[in-house]
């Protein structure tokens, strides 16, 4: 069954420490993106790809980096974590053919910084 | 820039009861209009979505869209339990991929 992976489901660091989180999608998509969930503001877009070494910035993209090392596989880089960063993260993909395309999104991760 | 806002914040029905969900937008040139619902620490997951004017039903669910009055709705008949939930609606353009702006949500509780 097509999905969409993230790794780690929870994860603890101290400000300014280095965090990546990972996401993989096997939906044979072009496009992924990363969100992140905050009570009061719902789903916000930090970065998102539309293919292997391709990267484009979202609407909050201020701390975050973002790599697209292949059509599966989209990381997001936290290089000096802050506690304004404590969030629901979620990876999505959707199918680049269809610009009416459903998003399919991972689980989450949940971040806390400390 | 896409605003997208949605009302109620939260709700509370009785089991059997109608739900009515409200979402406008700000992009008369909108093309996309979608709903997704999140069970409490799950993943949202697409739940329905229409592209014209008009209305769409899928079982106990109904989508009406109005782009003039750029506002569209979703409607539950019968609300169960289950349908409990965060319920998000997305907006796009018609444009070489499908950039989703989601409103902030509204918290639907069914009583049993």
């Known amino acids: 069954e097509a999905a969409v992976t993230q790794s780690p489901r929870n994860k603890v660091t101290v400000t300014g420490g280095n965090v990546t989180l990972s996401c993989r999608q096997t939906n044979s998509h072009n496009y992924m993106y990363w969100y992140r969930q905050d009570t009061g503001h719902g789903l916000r877009l930090i970065h998102y790809?539309?293919?292997?070494?391709?990267?484009q910035i979202g609407d909050v993209p201020d701390g975050y980096k973002a790599t697209r090392t292949t059509q599966e596989d989209f990381f997001l880089l936290l290089e000096l974590a802050s506690p304004s960063q404590t969030s629901l993260y979620f990876c999505?993909?959707?199918?680049?053919?269809?610009?009416?395309?459903?998003?399919?999104f991972g689980s989450g991760t949940r971040l806390l910084v400390i | 820039q896409q605003k997208v806002q949605q009302s109620p914040e939260s709700l509370i029905v009785p089991e059997g009861a109608m739900t009515s969900l409200n979402c406008t937008f700000s992009?008369?040139?909108?093309?996309?209009f979608a709903w997704y619902r999140q069970h409490s620490g799950k993943a949202p997951k697409a739940l329905m979505s229409?592209?014209?004017?008009g209305e769409k039903e899928e079982g106990r669910f109904t989508i009406h869209l109005n782009k003039a009055s750029l506002h569209f709705s979703l409607h539950i008949r019968d609300s169960q339990p289950s349908d409990s939930a965060l319920y998000l609606c997305?907006?796009?353009?018609?444009?070489?991929?499908?950039?989703?702006?989601f409103g902030k949500g509204t918290v639907l509780l069914v009583s049993p």
């Open positions: 997305a907006v796009s353009m018609r444009s070489g991929y499908n950039k989703l702006t």
């Open positions: 790809s539309y293919g292997a070494g391709n990267l």
């Open positions: 992009d008369s040139a909108s093309q996309y």
């Open positions: 229409i592209f014209s004017n």
């Open positions: 999505a993909s959707s199918d680049a053919n269809r610009w009416d395309s459903d998003y399919t």
